[in-house]
């Protein structure tokens, strides 16, 4: 895994982190799961068991609907905040609290900030399915020494050793990004595409 910046090749992710920002600027927040916003989901899953939390993360968005960025959106990839994944505003249709890998991804990343959990231990991953040879979203989360996966496909928080049909293409968080290369082989000067997609089929 090889360290590189800037994060600005990806598009979609730098445009999440500006969006957020606008977000709070108008004090928009999550109602969904919980009608108190972010300031009840908080106090209800704050622990002092880091493990805890993220099994109870990765519980609470899972449970919210996967639909396909094509049906839901009518495009193929777009890449929405947590406010936008689970509180509709006026140009989302009522009541629709759903999203595809990657919103589940970044919304889980944003509730573990919430929650304590530093910007060292978060990365959004962007992986390929070898099962259904697919590329899928995913969060990482480094801490005690593993790194851990909150993924909407999987119900339980495993360690990233323990999840064999995912091949790492690349690792990002707000500061950096982390490319994947095989033991032995220098990283490609250019990088993965800048748009930073998880493709098809997540």
Not at 9 to 23: H, R, S
Not at 57 to 73: A, G, H, L
Request: proline content about 6%; glycine content about 8%.
């Amino acid at each position: 895994m090889v360290q590189q910046q800037p994060i600005e090749k990806f598009p979609k992710w730098t445009g999440i982190l500006a969006e957020v920002q606008q977000e709070l600027a108008k004090k928009a927040d999550i109602n969904a799961p919980y009608a108190g916003g972010w300031d009840e989901f908080v106090q209800k899953n704050r622990s002092a068991d880091k493990l805890e939390m993220m099994k109870k993360v990765n519980e609470t968005f899972n449970s919210m609907r996967y639909v396909p960025d094509q049906k839901n959106w009518g495009v193929p990839d777009l890449w929405n905040t947590p406010v936008q994944f689970t509180q509709p505003p006026d140009y989302v249709v009522p009541g629709r609290v759903s999203g595809d890998c990657e919103d589940h991804a970044i919304a889980k990343y944003y509730a573990l900030q919430k929650l304590g959990f530093t910007q060292d231990e978060l990365r959004i991953l962007v992986v390929k399915d070898l099962n259904l040879g697919v590329g899928h979203c995913i969060l990482g989360v480094i801490t005690a020494g593993q790194c851990f996966i909150l993924d909407n496909q999987i119900k339980s928080v495993w360690t990233a050793d323990k999840i064999q049909h995912y091949k790492p293409i690349y690792a990002i968080n707000e500061t950096a990004w982390w490319q994947f290369v095989p033991a032995g082989q220098a990283a490609p000067a250019a990088g993965p595409a800048a748009g930073g997609g998880a493709g098809q089929g997540d």
